[in-house]
């Protein structure tokens, strides 16, 4: 049975990041992820794509992704998200950044995210 492009968001926020769950990054990302933001385009291979997972979990002794609000797109391949990532780095300093992203899903996998960037603090 394959996953719905939600449920491989849900997946991809809330169990390989906050499970910090690497075996199940490789298997939810594409062959490669297209990463937008304003003015550039940044395409990762599979590899590179786990190995990004890999070198932001190893900064924090403790990041959690909180879902305030998931959006699936009616194509079946879009999900949009509002996060709140409370996170503790390696020296203690506890930190909170929020954003929204979007991302596309083809197949079960995760093959483009645009991202125009996250500021510290929380939501209001």
């Known amino acids: 049975m394959s996953r719905t492009a939600r449920e491989v968001v849900e997946l991809y926020n809330l169990v390989v990041w906050n499970d910090r769950d690497v075996a199940l990054a490789e298997e939810l990302l594409g062959d490669s992820v297209i990463r937008h933001e304003v003015g550039e385009a940044v395409v990762l291979t599979h590899a590179e794509a786990v190995q990004r997972v890999v070198d932001h979990l190893e900064m924090f002794d403790e990041i959690r992704f909180d879902l305030n609000l ?6 079946g391949e879009h999900v949009a998200i509002v996060y ?4 503790t780095l390696k020296d203690g300093t506890r930190v909170d950044v929020g954003s929204m992203e979007i991302f596309r899903v083809v197949d079960g996998r995760i ?3 645009w991202n125009c960037g996250y500021k510290q603090g929380v939501w209001a």
């Not at 709140?84 to 996170?87: F, G, I, R, V």
């Open 111 to 113: 093959t483009e995210v």
């Open 84 to 87: 709140q990532s409370p996170m």
């Open 70 to 75: 998931v959006v699936a797109g009616d194509d």
